[in-house]
């Protein structure tokens, strides 16, 4: 069974909506540097912060977070 990891679209998103990392940082009620963490993947977010983030940016979690392969036969 290949590794998985968590991937995001947060970025993208944010500049969709044209939100800086602190502007979304502050709607979701958390530091900028989580949101900063979080687009690097050097933070995977707790379930509630993923699901803020997501509420925030009008769209749902899984557009978000994608659970991506990382194994041998990832193209």
């Given at each position: 069974?290949?590794?998985?990891?968590?991937?995001?679209?947060?970025?993208?998103?944010?500049?969709?909506?044209?939100?800086?990392?602190?502007?979304?940082?502050?709607?979701?009620?958390?530091?900028?540097?989580?949101?900063?963490?979080?687009?690097?993947?050097?933070?995977?977010?707790?379930?509630?912060?993923?699901?803020?983030?997501?509420?925030?940016?009008?769209?749902?979690?899984?557009?978000?977070?994608?659970?991506?392969?990382?194994?041998a036969d990832r193209i």
């Amino acid at each position: 069974m290949p590794d998985e990891a968590l991937r995001n679209t947060l970025r993208i998103q944010r500049a969709i909506h044209d939100l800086t990392q602190a502007e979304l940082a502050e709607r979701a009620g958390v530091t900028r540097k989580s949101v900063n963490a979080i687009e690097a993947g050097r933070m995977v977010p707790s379930v509630l912060l993923a699901m803020k983030l997501a509420r925030v940016l009008g769209v749902a979690v899984e557009t978000l977070f994608i659970l991506d392969a990382t194994g041998a036969d990832r193209i």
